[in-house]
């Protein structure tokens, strides 16, 4: 009975430090740094865990680059007022992300401006690793 209550809490142990490692909230991210994209949608996926954002954009030198972004899961998008349809290939906007520590070309969505002028946040200031200001 011992072994088999060690043998389960060790288990348990395990599970719960994967999806501790799993869930990294924003801490890949330099949430101290915002970036300004103009781009042109080439997917918007609404899934678990998180959704995703592909962004083309074409800078002022050089060819097109493709930016992934990561933004939250559909849950709290769709308290949002966000749905699968609210970003379609093919659209012009703006998005603000802060960048991923260490890479090109990737990060996480804080918000995105579309071309008549209005604005989605995914993130406001002062929340989900958001400062309340940027420096």
Request: proline share 6%; aromatic share 6%.
């Amino acid at each position: 009975m011992k072994l088999r209550m060690a043998l389960l809490a060790g288990a348990s142990i395990v599970v719960c430090a994967a999806l501790l490692l799993a869930h990294h909230g924003t801490s890949e991210y330099d949430m101290n740094k915002e970036v300004s994209l103009s781009g042109t949608v080439k997917e918007w996926t609404f899934m678990n865990p998180h959704s995703w954002l592909t962004l083309t954009v074409t800078p002022e030198k050089g060819g097109p680059e493709e930016w992934s972004i990561e933004s939250a899961p559909p849950s709290y998008l769709t308290s949002q007022g966000w749905t699968v349809s609210t970003l379609k290939a093919g659209e012009k906007l703006s998005a603000l992300v802060s960048p991923k520590k260490g890479e090109v070309r990737k990060g996480i969505l804080l918000e995105v401006k579309r071309t008549s002028g209005e604005t989605l946040i995914v993130r406001p200031r002062g929340a989900f690793g958001r400062p309340a200001k940027i420096d």
